[in-house]
């Protein structure tokens, strides 16, 4: 055998001391920091994310609401609180398209290899998609205060809208993590998760009232998450029963991290 | 002997029903680089996935510096380093918060994490990009950065998993600079690679698979030993006078004619004698020939004189070699 000399094995770089539970918070918090800086630092997926539902306010605002009765609500002040649950819930595509690029590039391959906390990428990942979501909500409610949407509770039940919304995107984006690392290239999560988004969004009372659809479709509108959202938020922002409606939401969101989280955490761990 | 730094006792990786690692053994010594050699599909990746605790092992065992890769991973995440084939670094960071989040990642210290990334931009020749988005970076330095990643904690054993496919030659001769540094200070490696030149020049240890399974493991030398040192290629006008030189080139060495019908290629032990014996049995012949020349054995060679068929390589443009008067060309199936 060649060199077996008696040179010593070199002792690898010492690390911090730290509970489990700290470093994978700290993991966590290294993804997501990484996720927002390529965010500010390539725009190109927030201006994505702000065009398309800004094209919706303007479509559905000025050219089908006319034609939408929604009885004892102004249109504009019933639109807004679906799209914003649009918003979060289109852009919770980004956390699978993300994760997918991730994949494809060989960095998840990486950080696979480093005594990190199993559930950083993904924690990380949907962390950061949670702080986009808020930047496009925050502009969201001024497009939508420039087209006539006005908050009719208060200002604390505005700020509750937003954590709702929040949070059901963060859910979201739980979902989405499994169809990322399920299909492994971002353009695949695309068209995976297009089926799944039209779905939820568009067969809800997001943008119309669910009443004037048939029996079965109405059905399963009057009982699926977006929905509940959307009741929510537009408690939350034009009043009536709230308590109910944003519990329910928050059962919901609960509920699909609950089933979610655990699933991609375990995809993560075998996905080669 | 000391303890190896990596211990692979018959390991299996099946993927359904395909079966990419079929029962390898080897040890790796302290501070030197084995070689894994194969064409694409070998099972080269699939090992150095299992032994960095990415993919688990369906039977047989492995560890480094005695930590098992599949009861105590995070032990070997711990003192492991991997640069991929792929360049796995984030392109919208810069190359300094790229091996910083590495760093943090790896749990050092923040202070400890800045000056860490900085020397190693430094040694790496990416200082003056440093601060510049790897979206921005060539193809080499984007490799440098890669392995700089993989070393941003010290690890005693590193895996480097083809790390100059697609480099230049000079990106490839500045890694291997810093390859052979890394090993004197002490640290292991085990290196995929389709070059024999890369195996030869870096390697202590080569171990050659093709199908998952061992066909050969020795030193560079004895591969070589193996295969024959050079190969003499020569180019008849046309296939009759073709046969005939393979004719009276076969009592020096064993001959093969290349799918073409006009090449003749002989592999010697030794250069200087050989290539005198053929031009004076050609000569002797009446042939002559287009052109003749002398080269190193490929990794295609190698292959080809160990498993009798030809490395399936995607990149191989070379044309399938029929091997007529293939004398004496055993079926070595040596497991090391």
Known sequence: MTATTATPIPVPAPVEHRSKIAWAVSDALTIAQRNLIALFRVPTTLVFSTVQPVIFVLLFRYVFGGAINTPGVRYVDFLMAGIFVQTVTFGSVNTGVGLAEDLSKGLIERFRSLAMARSAVLAGRTLADSARNLLVIVLMLLVGFGVGFRVHTNPFALVAAIGVMLFFGFAMSWVMANVGLGTGSAEAAQAAAFPVMAILVFASNAFVPTTNMPGPLRAYADHQPVTAAVNAVRALTIGGPTAGRVLATLAWSFGIVAVFAPLAVRRYRRTA | MTEPAIRVEGLVKRFGDVVAVDGISFDVPPATILGLLGPN????????????????????????LGHDVATEPDEVRAIIGLAGQYAAVDDNLTGRENLRMIGRLTHQPRAVVAERAGELLERFGLADAADRPVRTYSGGMRRRLDLSAALVHRPPVLFLDEPTTGLDPRGRSDLWAVISELVS?????????????????????????????????????????????TIVEVRLADAANAQRAATVLAPIGPTEVAADGRTVRLTVPDAGRAVLDAVRALDGAGLVPEWLTVREPTLDDVFLQLTGHRAETPADTDDAAVPQLAAARSRKRGAA
């Open chain 2, 185 to 229: 200070d002490g640290t292991t490696v085990l290196l995929t690679t389709q070059y024999l030149e890369e195996a030869e020049r870096l390697a202590d240890d080569v171990v050659v698979i093709d199908g998952g399974r061992i066909i050969a493991h020795g030193t560079p030398h004895d591969l070589k030993a193996k295969v024959g040192a």
């Open chain 2, 41 to 64: 599909g070998a099972g080269k990746t699939t090992t150095v996935r299992v032994l960095t605790t990415i993919l688990r092992p369906d039977e047989g065992r492995a560890t480094v």
